[in-house]
């Protein structure tokens, strides 16, 4: 199997492919408001880091396989970050966080993806459903506190 070399620009393309359809919490249009952000705020941290937040939720929300992402010519070092941060069945979120935390990669994305991005989104949010968005917030305050505490992040 050669090395196939996949672009920032495939992968985004695979991923709107993907999430086709799928809308976030809000109602908005998921691979905008979610993964375009996450992407190019990790854009100048280097192309694994913007591939991998394309990625982070395709395996979780979509039928796209780990195989499919190394046949794509996806880094092994993206696949495991993807990986670590996709929640598996009937996983408790601890444990996904945990998990992500001991991939550097992964947890750099879980910091700007599943955390930061869903901590900025909470405001509005919290005009739908003030009850949701303040478990949320706890939530997503005791997982960024884990990650954080991991070790190096690469968002200062």
Known sequence: ??????????????????HAGQTDKLGRDYCEEHLAPIAAKLADVGPEAEIAAW???VLEDTSVTVDQLRELGVPETVVAAVVSVSKR????YDALIARAAADPLGR???L????????ESNDERARRDPDLARRLRTKYE???????ATGQH???
């Open 108 to 110: 750099l994305v879980k």
């Open 112 to 119: 700007a993806a599943d955390n930061e991005r869903n901590l």
């Open 142 to 148: 005791h997982a960024r506190t884990q990650l954080l």
């Open 89 to 92: 069945e009937g996983e408790p």
């Open 154 to 156: 690469g968002l200062d």
């Open 55 to 57: 990625l982070h939720d």
């Open 1 to 18: 199997m050669g090395e196939q070399v996949i672009t920032v620009e495939d992968v985004a393309a695979f991923a709107r492919a993907a």
